[in-house]
């Protein structure tokens, strides 16, 4: 397809200066959502709507593992006249950490990355049900089959899941405690999930059609050395951008990642990382501090499309 432009089962980009009803349609972008397809907590289709309410031109729906929320969130932007840029989220391991990777452009059709994807899935299954069986062994009455309807189906289940159901148990005061005291890394219920490296992931995004972008580059706890360092290496590797304009970055953050990417060829580009009320102060659009992403970002993604 033509750059700067999807099919239209997922929208359509408004073209510069373009108008609606006689007003200058809005140009706010939001490249870093999640649906209950993964962790979140509203649907694929309501992601969308949620978008146009903000005034947002375009929203990317990045699932975790997964692209399946892309046909009813596809079919919602087109009523909606909002764009929608498919995509999805990919934990990866590297130097230690576990960064997050963005793949934007890719669709739920046959191809390397989403054979990847199938195979990140099933392993998810099997953590999540070794994830229930330690905490019952941690004398937890819970079960799998309670996460799996809080979820709304197995391919769904994440952490947020079981931290929801812990909550509801009275095993903790909130979803952010029950990561705190249980599931998060090095606490008595975490349970490792499969990982690979951010080059792979590179690989395959360029061999499905795909460009990928490192998300929220702090979270890796980096120095300002080691993260640029970091930052070059996987631009060599093929990266297309890293996440400047991150949902609860400041503005003094988000210049210093804006001044990384530029340093090595890459986009800035920007999301909320909205999940819902699990996530609090974000909305669609919106986030702590300056919630605005500059819509370039998306044309400029674009050209980077193999």
């Not at 009523?79 to 840029?85: G, I, K, S, T």
């Not at 062994?137 to 996460?147: C, D, F, N, V």
């Not at 606490?187 to 992931?201: F, G, L, M, N, Q």
């Not at 003094?252 to 090595?264: F, G, S, V, W």
Request: aromatic letters at 4%; proline letters at 7%.
């Amino acid at each position: 397809l033509p750059h700067g432009h999807l099919a239209p089962h997922y929208g359509r980009a408004w073209p510069a200066g373009a108008r609606c009803a006689g007003m200058v349609c809005p140009h706010m972008i939001d490249l870093h959502t999640h649906s209950t397809c993964s962790d979140g907590t509203d649907p694929p289709e309501r992601i969308v709507e949620l978008a146009a309410s903000a005034g947002c031109s375009a929203v990317a729906l990045t699932d975790h593992d997964t692209l399946v929320g892309l046909e009813a969130a596809g079919l919602r932007a087109g009523e909606l006249a909002v764009r929608l840029v498919p995509g999805c989220e990919v934990s990866c391991a590297y130097r230690g950490r576990n960064p997050h990777v963005l793949v934007y452009f890719v669709t739920d059709v046959e191809g390397p990355l989403q054979e990847e994807l199938a195979r990140l899935r099933r392993d998810r299954k099997v953590r999540n049900r070794r994830l229930v069986a330690r905490l019952q062994s941690l004398h937890a009455p819970i079960t799998y089959e309670e996460i799996v309807a809080e979820a709304a189906g197995e391919e769904s289940v994440g952490r947020p899941h079981v931290a929801t159901v812990l909550v509801r148990h009275g095993l903790a005061e909130s979803i952010p405690d029950a990561f705190e005291r249980l599931l998060g890394e090095g606490k008595p219920a975490y349970i490792p999930k499969a990982r690979v490296s951010p080059s792979e992931i590179a690989l395959l995004a360029k061999a499905s059609g795909g460009v990928p972008v490192l998300a929220h580059p702090f979270t890796l706890e980096m120095s300002p050395s080691e993260l640029a360092s970091a930052v070059a290496e996987l631009a060599e590797a093929g990266f297309a951008g890293i996440e400047a304009y991150y949902g609860r970055y400041t503005r003094d953050e988000r210049a210093a990642l804006r001044d990384l990417a530029q340093r090595n060829g890459l986009v800035a580009t920007g999301g909320t990382d909205y999940h819902g009320p699990v996530k609090a102060r974000l909305s669609v659009g919106g986030g702590e501090g300056d919630p605005s992403v500059p819509d370039h970002g998306l044309d400029d993604l674009g050209a980077r499309r193999p």
